[in-house]
């Protein structure tokens, strides 16, 4: 708990994480989970620099703007998202390939 | 003992984003996604950030993980009691994501941060945010202050009825 790189290795394993649910699911709310355990991943990076590197507290303050943009971007993703649900009766990203139909 | 608590949370933090990521019922998921959340603001406090351990509870788990359950709940027929979801191309996935994993650990963890075994000691956080929020990052405050207000405006127009 006192080494960056328990950090480090955590953040890389919540990222990968991450990154398999966006690229594997089609379900577009479970895409959104993913895009939060990445930006989680990457708010513990910066964090962890903060306290072990250079000591001060932009990190945290990028971290607060990163939490800002995801309550932010999961408002309008889940407003898209209820709108193509209405549209098609699915949010079924892969067949998700016209704006209107 | 707080280094044994330290890799529980750890490990609570790895075994629910396993199950984010491999679950096969979207609800269970979605609570495993709580445990993330709330690992990740454990993990916060071992960082020395106890403001945005809090932000992380009353925002993440307060807020998006509400968003979440509604999408869910909004955009699946519940009288089947069985949501389920299913996921694709995994041999390729796990491939393109073990790849991107590998090459992250191998580019950080063998080089020698400054600073890397002399940790900050505990200091309240919340005096110093407060004071960069309101001189270096005005201009960032006051932006995300608009974007805020936009995806207000802009998530209560695509949701309504008639768009």
């Known amino acids: 708990m006192d080494h960056l790189n328990s950090y480090l290795v955590l953040s890389a394993i919540l990222f990968s994480l991450g990154l398999y649910t966006v690229v594997t699911r089609r379900n577009a709310v479970a895409i959104l989970m993913g895009v939060e355990l990445i930006l989680n991943a990457a708010n ?22 990163i939490i800002m943009l995801a309550a932010a971007e999961a408002a309008v993703a889940l407003a898209i998202v209820l709108n193509l649900y209405n549209d098609r009766g699915h949010i079924n990203v892969d067949e998700a390939n016209a704006l209107k139909q | 003992m707080a280094d044994f608590i330290f890799w529980v949370i750890w490990a609570l933090i790895v075994a629910s984003a396993a199950l984010v990521a491999f679950g096969n019922n979207l609800i269970h998921s979605v609570f495993a996604l709580m445990g993330t959340f709330l690992g990740v603001a454990g993990i916060y406090i071992f960082l020395n950030a106890d403001f945005l351990a809090v932000t992380q509870i009353v925002v993440y788990v307060g807020g998006i993980l509400v968003l979440l359950v509604f999408g869910i709940m909004l955009t699946n027929k519940i009288s ?12 390729l996935g796990l491939l393109v994501v073990l790849g991107v994993v590998s090459i992250i650990l191998t580019a950080v963890l063998p080089h020698d941060w400054v600073g890397a075994i002399a940790p900050l000691a505990f200091a309240e956080t919340v005096e110093g945010i407060g004071r960069l929020l309101f001189t270096d990052y005005l201009i ?24």
């Open chain 2, 80 to 91: 089947t009691a069985q949501i389920s979801q299913s996921s694709v191309q995994k041999g």
């Open chain 1, 44 to 65: 513990i990076n910066f964090v962890a620099f903060s306290k072990f590197v250079t000591h001060n507290l932009d990190g945290h303050l990028i971290s607060v703007f």
């Open chain 2, 140 to 163: 960032l405050f006051e932006i995300a202050s608009v974007l805020l207000l936009g995806a207000l405006i802009g998530a209560a127009t695509l949701a309504r009825k008639e768009l």
